[in-house]
């Protein structure tokens, strides 16, 4: 049985996993999804990494995975516990130094052909049912921080941890294109790929389950 430590994004809690985790733990796994801090203006990135670890405990060969703005924190939680697997779904892929707020800009994300939108629900949601895109919503949070914003990622590299990152194909925040390309410059790997968009999570949990431990067992 492994332990998937389930990291959200910006703006979301724990519960953006509920689907996904309830398929993880009907194929016999743990499934741990803690809300991150919010309303903290000093919460920094390692305050995110430690909520995460205290949330493992004694958990058993983990799986870290972060979802778009998670991205910052999975692999700091790597640093910290020992991890089987470390994997990225849409993710905001970090580089040594550099602060969140300056992702946008130093990954090209305005230059990146896509097309915009005029509402949340169309930019993240557009293939999540209206009931749990309108749930999603009202339990929106204020995190990440001003100071987590700011703070430069403060690994020298990436953790020595088998990774996988995974970009939604029909993902209108990060296009599949621009994901493919983040990914083969930060990680040196090229991006596995699943039907969806950026809140996969909400729309194809049982195909997100199901490649999440298709990955673990590709590492035994």
């Known amino acids: 049985m492994a332990t998937f430590a389930l990291i959200h994004g910006a703006g979301d809690g724990g ?4 689907l996904v985790a309830d398929e993880l733990r009907s194929r016999g796994h743990e ?7 919010a309303d903290d203006d000093e919460a920094n990135l390692w305050s995110y990494a430690d909520t995460v670890v205290e949330t493992i405990g004694g958990g058993s ?7 778009s703005f998670g991205a910052f924190t999975a692999p700091l939680v790597c640093d910290r516990v020992p991890a089987e697997l470390l994997i990225l779904v849409a993710g905001m892929i970090p580089a040594p130094g550099e602060p969140p707020d300056d992702w946008w800009a130093k990954t090209g994300y305005e230059r990146e052909p ?3 939108f005029d509402s949340d629900v169309e930019t993240y949601y557009h ?3 209206r009931e749990l895109a309108d749930e999603a919503m009202r339990r929106g949070r204020n995190h990440p921080s001003p100071a987590a914003g700011r703070q430069p990622w403060p690994l ?3 953790p ?3 990774t996988r990152a995974l970009a939604c194909r029909d993902d209108r925040l990060f296009p599949a294109p621009f994901m493919r390309r983040v990914v083969r410059e930060r990680l040196g790997i090229a991006a596995d790929e699943i039907d969806g968009g950026h809140c ?6 049982v195909e997100l389950a199901e490649r999440f431990v298709t990955f673990l067992d590709e590492q035994e």
């Open 15 to 18: 519960w953006y996993w509920h």
């Open 31 to 37: 499934a741990l999804a803690p809300d991150l801090p």
């Open 61 to 67: 060969e983990l799986v870290v995975v972060g979802q």
């Open 114 to 116: 896509r097309e915009r």
């Open 127 to 129: 293939d999540v049912p």
């Open 156 to 158: 020298p590299e990436m």
């Open 160 to 162: 020595n941890v088998p």
């Open 200 to 205: 996969v999570a909400l729309a194809r949990p």
